[in-house]
């Protein structure tokens, strides 16, 4: 079954330093979308995009987020200046034009922000 | 976004039958009923979604009330690879970006 892959599977950095998560999502797939979960707390929801631009966005992605579609297959979350309580799994998910459809969700990425 | 009730946690045996219910009297006619787990150190995983009709797939079948304020997710045979926390999620069936709202779900413990 076709899969969305994340990279890196950690990423250690500093605090105020930027960091860029990767994803490729699934090739047939138009919506994509970025959840987090802190450790012991529920997965929650970051930002939609489809037709590159930003379809909706929840209070936790402020001015500090961003997302990009650099090419045909990347889909990218880039934190600006991280913060301590930025560290969190953070999950990429694509889905197709279909309504209702399931979403495919990747293995994620391991932010720890020191 | 609609809301739906699910147990904390839920134990059962290798190998017998799991009943996993999931309240949601606010759902309107548009919503799908969605189920996702979440194996430890995972991802969500898409398990099984429905509207109205009762829904089978190769890992679960979804059995939904006929007023739809209730469903269940029933694992046939349970193995301990089920053990995970299943998400009962309603998503709005409208063309678009639908995100989808995780609450706690219900963590399932399976016992050898």
């Known amino acids: 079954e076709p899969e969305v892959t994340q990279t890196p599977s950690h990423q250690v950095t500093q605090m105020g330093q930027e960091v860029i998560l990767r994803c490729v999502p699934i090739s047939n797939h138009l919506y994509f979308y970025w959840y987090r979960q802190i450790l012991g707390q529920k997965v929650e929801f970051l930002v939609s995009?489809?037709?590159?631009?930003?379809?909706?966005k929840s209070e936790i992605f402020d001015d500090q987020f961003s997302v990009e579609r650099p090419d045909g297959s990347n889909f990218t979350l880039k934190i600006r200046s991280t913060k301590l309580e930025d560290s969190a799994m953070y999950f990429c998910?694509?889905?197709?034009?279909?309504?209702?459809?399931?979403?495919?969700f990747g293995s994620g990425t391991q932010l720890s922000v020191l | 976004d609609a809301k739906t009730t699910q147990p904390n946690s839920m134990e059962s045996n290798e190998e017998e039958p799991v009943h996993l219910p999931c309240n949601h009297s606010t759902i309107s006619g548009t919503d799908y009923i969605h189920w996702y787990r979440q194996l430890p150190s995972q991802g969500p995983e898409y398990v099984i979604h429905g509207l109205t009709s009762n829904v089978n797939n190769r890992m679960a079948s979804l059995a939904i009330a006929e007023d739809r304020k209730s469903s269940t997710l029933i694992l046939h045979r349970a193995t301990l690879r089920d053990a995970a926390v299943y998400y009962c999620i309603l998503r709005e069936g409208i063309q678009g970006a639908q995100k989808l709202v995780f609450g706690q779900g219900t963590r399932l413990t399976i016992n050898p």
């Open positions: 995009f489809y037709n590159n631009e930003i379809s909706e």
């Open positions: 998910a694509s889905s197709e034009l279909q309504l209702g459809e399931k979403l495919f």
